[in-house]
């Protein structure tokens, strides 16, 4: 591979462009290493960082250039269910409750649909990809002992779920 040097005004350059925080720190440590001569372990410690954290991350500097020091596409696990049956659950669950779901409805939803029973720590992930907020509702409850009998009164104190699941307006597509 062909490595292109840059000038010291060039990277300054491109790091004050650079949007993506984890990638400005590694830059930073690139332009205090390479082109300001300090001490990679002194450059670490100055970003509270480990001098293997550094050295690792000058190789990928010297073997990629500013390309290695970005975050690398992580593969992982695809998700189980086909683009239709995603399609349809996302539908469902922005047409068909107005006052929100909890995330265990939306669970029951994807094994009706999919057949598939995810963790409901995974169902929050697949939630807010899928443009859906959490709603926090108010759990105070006022009770005016005049008003209504007490059973209204019973029925009125059982407990809302805590969060809901809405739909995020700004985001009209279901895709």
Known sequence: ???????????????????????????????????????????????????AWASDWLKRYDEEGIEGLKDRTKSGRPIGMSEEIIYQIKKELKESNSYGWTTKQVEELIIKKSG????????????????????????????????????????????????LWISNKKKKDLR
């Open 1 to 51: 591979m062909i490595h292109l040097t840059i000038t010291k005004t060039s990277f300054e350059k491109i790091y004050r462009n650079e949007p993506d925080a984890k990638t400005k720190e590694r830059m930073l440590l690139v332009l205090n290493v390479v082109y300001n001569n300090i001490i990679p372990s002194q450059a670490a410690r100055d970003l509270h960082r480990s001098r």
């Open 116 to 163: 598939i029973k995810y963790h409901y720590t995974h169902i929050y992930r697949i939630l807010r990809k899928w443009g859906f907020k959490q709603k926090k509702l108010s759990r105070k409850v006022r009770v005016d002992a005049a008003a209504g009998s007490q059973e209204d009164k019973e029925i009125f104190k059982k407990r809302l779920p805590r969060y």
